[in-house]
Nanobody, 118 residues
Framework: QVQLVESGGGSVQPGGSLRLSCAAS????????MGWYRQVSGKERELVAR???????FYADSVKGRFTISRDNAKNTVNLQMNSLKPDDTAVYYC????????????WGQGTQVTVSS
């Protein structure tokens, strides 16, 4: 079993920044990709950003130009730098790991709350 542990959530005013980190209990190179999802109560979980083993990156349209995903293979961590935060970014953010580009997410973190409010 793989453990994914998120950190870095919190409360921030609109326009502010937060950095989320996800630490994996095994080498992240064993996964095809790792990503960040978010979920608001009553809504489906949505993909925010994803980075593959080869370094290919996907961003949801809603965060392009504001969020940056990165990985540190030596530390087995994946980070999400979030700038110019908006109230609509308020959600629980989940780290994910997937073995196959064609399958479902294999492992989830426990989630970390991000609240953007004045």
């Amino acid at each position: 079993q793989v453990q994914l542990v998120e950190s870095g959530g919190g409360s921030v005013q609109p326009g502010g920044s937060l950095r989320l980190s996800c630490a994996a209990s095994r080498s992240i190179l064993s996964f095809n990709d790792m990503g960040w999802y978010r979920q608001v109560s009553g809504k489906e979980r949505e993909l925010v950003a994803r980075i593959t083993r080869g370094g290919n990156i996907f961003y949801a349209d809603s965060v392009k130009g504001r969020f940056t995903i990165s990985r540190d293979n030596a530390k087995n961590t994946v980070n999400l730098q979030m700038n110019s935060l908006k109230p609509d970014d308020t959600a629980v953010y989940y780290c994910s790991a997937r073995y196959s580009p064609y399958g479902s997410v294999n492992f989830w973190g426990q989630g970390t709350q991000v609240t953007v409010s004045s």
